[in-house]
C-alpha cells in the first residue's frame, strides 16, 4: 500500500476527494451545536439529495453537448460549435430557446394527464440515483432491497410514456405509446433475468453490497458474467429508447411518436431525461457489472466518486457509439429480438450461474481457484452462444440481396403491374 | 421507532394520498384517469409499507401493482369500446353506495373490536432474505404450486386467444 499517496488523502473538509468529510463536518457542527438527531439525519438527507440533484441537472445540460459533439464526430460532422468555446454554451441556447416557445396544447387533451406526463417521466430516473454507491460510504440510502428498488422504480416510466401518448389525443403519439409498451413488456423480462444472475452470484441485493462482493473477489462482474451484461444492455439500450432501438418516437415514421404534441419546456423534458435515463443506466451497468467506485488498488489514490463518474462516461460512450452507428430496428425485428434471443440467453446465464454457485458452496474450494475458472468458462459460453446464434438462428447475410426480401414474402393479394422502365403515377 | 413524529406524519400523509386516490377512482368521470389515480393509491399503499419497515413488500408492491398491473389496466382501457370509456350516469350509485358504506362499516367494526396484539419486536432485518428463506425452504410446496398455477394460467389465456384459423402460417 502506497502510505505516501495515502497520507495526501486528509480529513479536512474541503477536501473534496473524499466528498464524506464536508457532511460530515456540517453534522458534526450540528451535534455540537447541541442540534437534535432528527436535524442530522435531515440535513444529511437534504445534502445528499441535493447533490444528486445537482449532479443530474448538471449531466442532462453537459451530456446534451458530449452526445451532440460525439455522434457529430462518429458521422464525419463537426457537431455543435458556434456557440461559445467549442460549442459548449450550446445547451444552454438550446435550453433558453426551448424556455421562450410557446407551450400549446390540443384542445382535446386530457390536461391533467398531459402535464403530469412529461415530470412522471423524469422523476424515477432521478429515484434510481438514490440507490446507487459512490464511494465506499456515500449512499444516500444503502437499501437492502436496492435491486427491487431498480426494477420498481424503472418501470413506471412505462406508464408515463403511456400517459403521454394517450391524453395527447393524436394517433402518431398513441402509436409510440403503444410501442413502447410492448417494447418494455418484453425487456423487461430479459433485464429482470440478467440481474437475477448478478444478484444469485454475490448474495445480495444490496447495490452496496454488490459493489463490495467485486471489491472483495478483486473481480468486476462483467468478466464473471459477460453474457449477463451484453443482455443487460442490449435490453437496457432498448428500454432508453435511444436509435437503434427508438421505435417509439421514430420521427421518420411516426412523427416524434409519444411526444408529438409537446412544445416548449414539456418537450425540453421529455429531451432532458432520456439523457438523465441514459446516465443513470450507465451508472447501474457499473455499479452492477464494472465495479463501482472500486477499481483494483486505484481506488485507493483517487476518490470513489471520480471512477464512479468515470465509469459512468466510459459505458454512456457506449450508448453513444450504438446511437451514432447503427440504424433503426423495425418493430417486430426488436420485439423477436428479445423473446427469441435475450431471453433463452438469460435464462441459459441463469441455470449457469446457479449451477456455479452450487459449486462454490458444496465443493469448498477456494474463490482464488475458482473465480478464475469461472471467468474463463463463461466467456467461452458466452462466445460460443453469440457464434452459434449468429451461424445458426440468424437470416443469411447478403451483402446484395438477389431479390427483394419482406415483400416478395409478404402474400400480396393483387398489385397492378407495372411495365418495366416506368413508374406508377 | 414506530412511535417517532416524523413516522406519524409520514403515516397520514400516505394514508390521506390513498384514501383520496380510492375516492378519486370512483368520482372521476374519465377511466384512464381513474386508472392513474388507481396507480398513485397503490404507490400510497406501498408508502405505508415503508413507514411498517416492510420494504421487500413495498418494493414489490410498486413493481406489480403501480408497474404492471396499472398497465394492464390501461390496457383494458384502450380495448374496450370508446363508448365505455367514461364512467356514465347509471341508475345504480344508491345500491353500490349502501354497498360500499357497509363494507367500510365492516371493516372499520373489525378494526376496532379486534384486540391488537402490540409486541416490542425490533423491525425486520431483512425481509428479503428471510422471505426468500421462507419460499425455498419450508413452504416450497406450496410456493411451486402457486407457480404450476399460474403457469396453467398462462397456457390457458394462450389457448383462448389463439386464433384457429391462422394456424398454419403462424
Redesign the interface.
Known sequence: MPLALLSIITRHWYDIRDLSNLSGAIEDRIADAGGPDWLIYVVSALLGAGGIVAFIGGVAIINIWVERRVVGRMQSRLGPNRAGPFGLLQPVADAIKLMQKEVLQPRTASGLIFTAAPIMFTVPGIFLMAVLPWGRNMVLADLDVGMLFLLAASSLGALAVFMAGYSSNNKYALFGSMRVIAMLVSYEIPIVLALLGVVLFTGTMSLNGIVLFQEQYRVPIVMLQPLAFLIYFFAVSAELNRTPADIAEAESEIVGGYHTEYSGMKFGLFYAAELINAVVASAIISTLFLGGWWLYKLDELVPGWMIYIGKIYGVYFLFIWTRGTLPRFRIDQLLAFAWKWLTPMAILNIVLVAAEVLIWEESGWSAGLLIPVYVAANGLIAVALIVAFVRLLAPKFQRFPTRLRYYDEIAVPSLPATPAGSRPA | MIDD??ITVAFYVLAATTVICALMVAFVR?L??AV?FL?LSFVGVAGIYVVLSA??VA??Q??IY???V??LM??AV?LTPAADRHNSETPFWGPAAVLAGLVLAVIVFVAYDTSWRLTGREAFP????SLGEAFLKPYVVPFEVASVLLMTAMIGAIVLTKDEEDGADA
Do not use: R
Request: hydrophobic share 70%; glycine share 8%; net charge negative.
Open positions: 413524529t416524523g374519465e384512464i384517469q392513474l396507480a420494504d421487500f418494493v414489490v410498486v413493481l403501480a408497474g404492471a396499472a398497465v390501461t390496457f384502450m431483512a425481509t428479503a432474505a
